[in-house]
């Protein structure tokens, strides 16, 4: 049984980082393409960024290019999301996802397997 736990949230001032952490267990990890995914209250979930099974090629919305950074360590089955120069934009539910496809996953549809979340409050 996969399972993804995330780890990091919290409360954060305008302009400040955070670093969210996502272990993922139950398979080999190096074959899963990682993603992060967020959710604001009343919109719809959407891709913030996302990183390749080598981890040579990442993806990221147009909102958080040049603030936030996926990385992985294979060594250790974890996925971050660093994220700097926060807005109150930011804030929301952000969610680790782990993809069994070759590419990518930008897509809801790509993921096979979702954590719970953790919650980003950025005030201003």
């Known amino acids: 049984q996969v399972q993804l736990v995330e780890s990091g949230g919290g409360l954060v001032q305008t302009g400040g980082s955070l670093r969210l952490s996502c272990v993922v267990s139950g398979r080999a990890f190096s074959t899963y393409s990682l993603s992060w995914f967020r959710q604001a209250p009343g919109k719809e979930r959407e891709t913030v960024g996302a990183?390749?099974?080598?981890?040579?090629?990442?993806y990221y919305t147009d909102s958080v290019k040049g603030r936030f950074t996926v990385s992985r360590d294979n060594a250790k089955n974890t996925v971050y999301l660093q994220m700097n120069s926060l807005k109150p934009e930011d804030t929301a539910n952000y969610y680790c996802?782990?993809?069994?496809?070759?590419?990518?996953?930008?897509?809801?549809?790509?993921?096979?397997?979702w954590g719970k979340g953790t919650l980003v409050t950025v005030s201003s």
């Open positions: 990183i390749s099974r080598n981890g040579l090629n990442t």
């Open positions: 996802a782990a993809s069994t496809r070759y590419y990518i996953a930008k897509e809801s549809g790509d993921i096979d397997y």
